[in-house]
């Protein structure tokens, strides 16, 4: 890995395991507001996306930032960070230990590095994913930097398909797997890149939501499927504050002709 990448990985290692300490300290202990969009948020996710944006402006003053928190409008900029500070804040607030630090880094608008860290699991998932950008890179998706796969078993009732509060509508006669419901968008689709589910749906993630996975799912071997709108490349001044991004994610490409049968309620729903 030539010295770029590994700047990249030590940076947003040493970041998130810094505002981790913080968050560890007031999970459990914040109380939530009610976003325009019905989201929560609390003084520990504005905290955190400070810190983060004030570590990315130090080291890499020539990249952009995108946060769910502060800047919504993608900036005019070879390099960019999709940030959000604190994936899963109902769950944070609530005491519930799934939550995540997210982080992409996207040239020319789409991801090529991701970054999510699982504080309370200890869990740190990363990847690489050079895709058509053309540049010299490393490859592969890592747990706690241990090279991980997406599964190669077929659905059953015995394995895990994760799901959002918002595509229930799935459930029908016949799924055929087990349901989980995490609330967490990135730790969704990243437990099909390790291997612990075969699928997830999220029906209204954000750019920040799925900018870091959506690297690391597919240098897993996973696919990422977009029910609606492609994410990416992102587009030089548009503001994302407002835009979802219906996803498919299935451990591989076969398993996408099982589940697009249970899709079409959602389908109607989104469009």
């Not at 996710?45 to 003053?61: L, N, S």
């Not at 959002?164 to 609330?183: A, D, E, H, N, Y």
Request: net charge negative; charged share 15%; glycine share 8%.
């Amino acid at each position: 890995m030539n010295d770029f990448w590994t700047t990249i990985l030590d940076f947003a290692q040493t970041t998130t395991t810094r505002v981790a300490q913080q968050l560890m300290q007031d999970f459990g202990q914040v109380q939530a507001s009610q976003k325009a969009d019905g989201s929560l948020v609390t003084q520990a996710d504005k905290w955190a996306d400070q810190e983060i944006e004030e570590g990315i402006t130090a080291h890499f003053p020539g990249h952009g930032i995108l946060s769910e928190e502060s800047n919504k409008v993608f900036p005019v900029t070879e390099w960019c960070w999709v940030i959000d500070p604190l994936d899963g804040t109902t769950n944070f607030a609530r005491g519930l230990p799934i939550w995540s630090i997210s982080m992409g880094l996207l040239y020319h608008g789409t991801p090529v590095f991701g970054y999510v860290y699982v504080p309370p699991l200890a869990q740190t998932f990363h990847g690489f994913w050079v895709g058509s950008s053309g540049l010299t890179m490393p490859s592969g998706a890592f747990v706690n930097h241990k090279l991980i796969h997406s599964s190669g078993d077929a659905p059953s009732k015995n394995h895990f398909f994760n799901l959002c509060s918002r595509s229930t509508s799935v459930i029908q006669p016949g799924f055929p797997c087990k349901i989980r419901m995490l609330g967490v968008a990135s730790y969704n689709f990243l437990t099909v890149a390790a291997g612990a589910a075969v699928g997830g749906i999220e029906a209204t993630p954000k750019v920040w939501d799925i900018a870091g996975a959506w690297v690391i799912v597919q240098a897993a071997g996973g696919s990422w499927i977009s029910l609606h709108n492609e994410p990416f490349p992102l587009l030089s001044g548009e503001d994302y504050s407002d835009r979802s991004f219906p996803t498919l994610v299935v451990s591989r490409p076969e398993l996408v002709a099982v589940f697009t049968p249970f899709l079409e309620s959602l389908r109607k729903n989104i469009n």
